[in-house]
């Protein structure tokens, strides 16, 4: 048996689909996947012997900027992705029992998949990502913002931005390989029995009509790594600091040096992740330490508080850990959808950005730096599950046979 599995993106959109492929292979079946060309994926891969399929440019080389591209660069890369799926997808699926793509930008999937013969599945990593009239579409860059309030009426809208980037390029490459036009692209390309890989007391499905959706889960795996020696020690030095990370997206300068003062006004130590973003401390004070990529799930049980920008994998992470969050999203995808769900969970608070002040700090911290707000995150990480991954390649294995 063997599956081909491809997502497009950062880390945190990688790293699940990497979880699913372990669960996979110790059931017996050959993986491949689709995933930026980076280094760090290509490693990644190699040590859970799974083949890597390059597909489009690296993603760190579109994260560099400070700011997004342009919506004419951004249009312009997502018609170069769809023809490039379509390159290597085919070859890369030969062979393959079933196509798992996570992400909308996998635009070609299905198709290929309908033309190979073979079982296609979309997997989400987040219920805003699906339509429902229970929440708006998350922001999509480089496409207008509706002027509408209502649900419904701005998932028309979505659609309809989809289809205009993506329409007549996924129908002319339908064409040549003897398929049917579609109407819809985003519903062709979510299915009407999207998985959601997400977890249940986190990131909850409310039932829409039209949707059947599987809740797997969140995909994860277990992080057996140890902390850096350096790291311990400074944990050891002193009361639990506050970690301060923004993963692969870059920040203003400034978010990461009014933290820390907001931090320190409040009597804690601060944990500044360098990360992809090449973050950096503000000052040489010793009660501030620098840090790269570590074993997030064993860092975050010890600190009082996780500063982050509302990526679904921090979020999760310092949610099953019971670390309160103060969430800083950027307007982008799914961080706005993570943010509100630890407000709305009493999980810490979260902080409109844009608006971002000193005094909008000092609240989000009093807030999650609060004894009860720790009892409250650590009551809820003891309700979350660790089976995601498992259970979805256990139904992906019993579909197939």
């Not at 700011?67 to 490039?84: C, G, I, K, W």
């Not at 499905?205 to 809740?215: A, C, I, S």
């Not at 933290?259 to 004070?285: K, N, Y």
Request: with cysteine.
């Amino acid at each position: 048996m063997r599956v081909l599995l491809s997502t497009y993106g950062t880390r945190g959109d990688v790293q699940p689909l990497m979880a699913l492929a372990v669960r996979l292979r110790t059931l017996g079946v050959e993986v491949r996947m689709c995933a930026p060309p980076d280094e760090e994926f290509a490693d990644r891969l190699a040590d859970i012997g799974v083949q890597l399929v390059p597909l489009g440019p690296p993603v760190g080389e579109l994260m560099r900027g400070t700011s997004l591209p342009s919506a004419a660069d951004l249009s312009r890369y997502r018609t170069e992705m769809v023809a490039a799926q379509f390159d290597t997808f085919p070859a890369a699926a030969d062979g393959c029992d079933a196509l798992v793509a996570a992400g909308l930008a996998q635009i070609a999937a299905r198709s290929v998949a309908e033309a190979a013969g073979i079982r296609y599945v979309y997997a989400s990593y987040a219920a805003v990502h699906l339509p429902s009239a229970h929440h708006a579409p998350p922001p999509r860059p480089g496409w207008p913002e509706p002027g509408v309030h209502d649900n419904r009426a701005r998932w028309e809208l979505d659609a309809g931005h989809v289809n205009a980037q993506f329409s007549e390029t996924l129908n002319s490459h339908r064409a040549a390989i003897g398929l049917p036009s579609v109407d819809n692209v985003r519903d062709h390309v979510l299915t009407d029995r999207p998985w959601l890989a997400a977890d249940p007391v986190l990131g909850p499905w409310r039932r829409t009509p039209g949707l059947d959706v599987v809740h797997t889960g969140a995909w994860s795996l277990p992080d057996e790594r140890p902390l850096p020696d350096d790291l311990t020690t400074f944990l050891d030095a002193g009361s639990p600091p506050v970690y301060v990370g923004f993963g692969s997206m870059r920040p203003s300068p400034d978010v990461v040096r009014m933290a820390t003062e907001a931090i320190r006004a409040r009597g804690h130590r601060v944990l500044v992740s360098t990360g992809p973003a090449d973050l950096g401390l503000t000052d040489d004070q010793d009660d501030c330490f620098e840090i790269a990529e570590v074993n997030h799930q064993r860092l975050f049980t010890r600190v009082a508080a996780v500063v982050h920008h509302g990526g679904a994998g921090t979020t999760l992470t310092a949610a099953r850990a019971g670390a309160p969050q103060v969430v800083i999203p950027l307007q982008l995808s799914d961080n706005p959808y993570w943010a509100g769900r630890v407000a709305d969970l009493d999980l810490g608070a979260a902080v409109d950005g844009p608006q971002l002040t000193a005094a909008s700090l000092d609240v989000a911290f009093k807030a999650a730096l609060a004894p009860e707000t720790r009892t409250r995150a650590k009551a809820l990480g003891s309700r979350m599950r660790t089976d995601g991954a498992a259970v979805a390649a256990g139904l992906l294995v019993d579909a197939l046979r």
